[in-house]
């Protein structure tokens, strides 16, 4: 499968982005999908992740009531939906689907967990 995320661009504090993630040559039916960010000179972290399973979703405490998850199986495509973006958002941020068939557990936000990632969307937020 491959991801292409998309929806990334230079908003101002406060402002609202829809970051879209869609897959190609595979379904995202059976596997959890994960959203990550990337700011210069940090390593990779886990924003947000949908369980395949249940729909479940979980949020890193650094973005709880600000962002939100969703999918939409008809269009094969994961959206992460940014509200009240702060300068400490900016960042590259990828999509990523889980190493793991239907994982049972809740989603992971461990970035070793993930395998097929898309090619990232630069989200600048400026104060």
């Known amino acids: 499968v491959q991801l292409q995320a998309s929806g990334g661009g230079l908003v101002q504090t406060g402002d609202s982005l829809r970051l879209s993630c869609a897959a190609s040559?595979?379904?995202?039916?059976?596997?959890?999908i994960g959203w990550f960010r990337q700011a210069p000179g940090k390593e990779r972290e886990g924003v947000s992740c949908?369980?395949?399973?249940?729909?479940?979703?979980y949020l890193a405490d650094s973005v709880k009531g600000r962002f939100t998850i969703s999918k939409d199986n008809a269009k094969n495509t994961v959206y992460l939906q940014m509200n009240s973006l702060k300068p400490e958002d900016t960042a590259v941020y990828y999509c990523?689907?889980?190493?793991?068939?239907?994982?049972?557990?809740?989603?992971?936000?461990?970035?070793?967990?993930?395998?097929?990632w898309g090619q990232g969307t630069l989200v600048t937020v400026s104060s």
């Open positions: 949908i369980s395949s399973v249940d729909g479940r979703t």
């Open positions: 040559g595979g379904t995202l039916d059976y596997f959890a």
């Open positions: 990523a689907t889980d190493r793991v068939y239907q994982r049972l557990d809740p989603c992971s936000l461990d970035v070793r967990d993930y395998d097929y």
